[in-house]
């Protein structure tokens, strides 16, 4: 519930910002009409951004990647025993 109070203070704090520049005309209103896109566009950037780093960041575990192996290898090895075909090793 803290999260979506977080979130809903922000849209509004933007949104105040936002048609504050619109009624103080400090940026010609051609630009401002165009911050939300731009908004939404940066939004969309940042979210790719923290995927990219949380990819970069992924971490590796030899240790289950060995165990599974192993598991993938039983599971073959028992599906061969029951005649289930299970491709090519």
């Known amino acids: 519930m ?4 977080k979130i809903l203070t922000l849209l509004v704090a933007i949104s105040a910002f ?6 103080a005309s400090i940026v ?10 731009y908004f939404i566009v940066s939004l969309g950037c940042y979210g ?5 780093v949380g990819l970069m960041r992924f971490p590796t575990c030899p ?5 599974l192996q192993k598991d993938i290898a039983e ?8 005649r289930v075909d299970v491709g090519s090793d």
């Open 2 to 5: 803290k999260h979506v109070l």
């Open 63 to 67: 240790q289950e990647a060995l165990l």
């Open 75 to 82: 599971a073959k090895v028992f599906l061969k025993q029951n």
């Open 18 to 23: 936002w048609i504050g520049l619109l009624q």
């Open 48 to 52: 790719l951004l923290m995927v990219g």
């Open 28 to 37: 010609p209103r051609s630009h401002t009409w165009l911050l939300p896109i």
